[in-house]
Nanobody, 120 residues
Framework: QVQLVESGGGLVQPGASLRLSCATS????????MAWFRQAPGKERDFVAA??????YYADSVTGRFTISRDNAKNTVYLQMNSLKPEDTAVYHC???????????????WGQGTQVTVSS
């Protein structure tokens, strides 16, 4: 049974940092592309970042502020978020798929999400 479990969300002020984690089990982690998406209330699920074992890919809105990384030994993917803005407020989901793409339809497995709120 494949499981993806996110953690690390919270309430922070603008300009602060957070590090999200996504621990996985039940899949050959090193063979999968891992990604982060986010969904704000009333909006579609948006691509944030993705990483294969060799390549990373970011949405324009987070480039230079967010960094995706993965630890294949721990079957875990991370999202370091710096210089957070109120518009980054959303539920952040990790996902696993086989292609480095921004389309959520390309990902087979999803976590339940962790809330990130950026507010003063």
């Amino acid at each position: 049974q494949v499981q993806l479990v996110e953690s690390g969300g919270g309430l922070v002020q603008p300009g602060a940092s957070l590090r999200l984690s996504c621990a996985t089990s039940g899949l050959p982690f090193s063979s999968y592309v891992m990604a982060w998406f986010r969904q704000a209330p009333g909006k579609e699920r948006d691509f944030v970042a993705a990483a294969s074992s060799t390549t990373t890919y970011y949405a324009d809105s987070v480039t230079g502020r967010f960094t995706i990384s993965r630890d294949n030994a721990k079957n875990t993917v991370y999202l370091q978020m710096n210089s957070l803005k109120p518009e980054d407020t959303a539920v952040y989901h990790c996902a696993a798929g086989i292609a480095l793409r921004s389309n959520p339809m390309s990902y087979n497995f999803w976590g339940q999400g962790t809330q990130v709120t950026v507010s003063s």
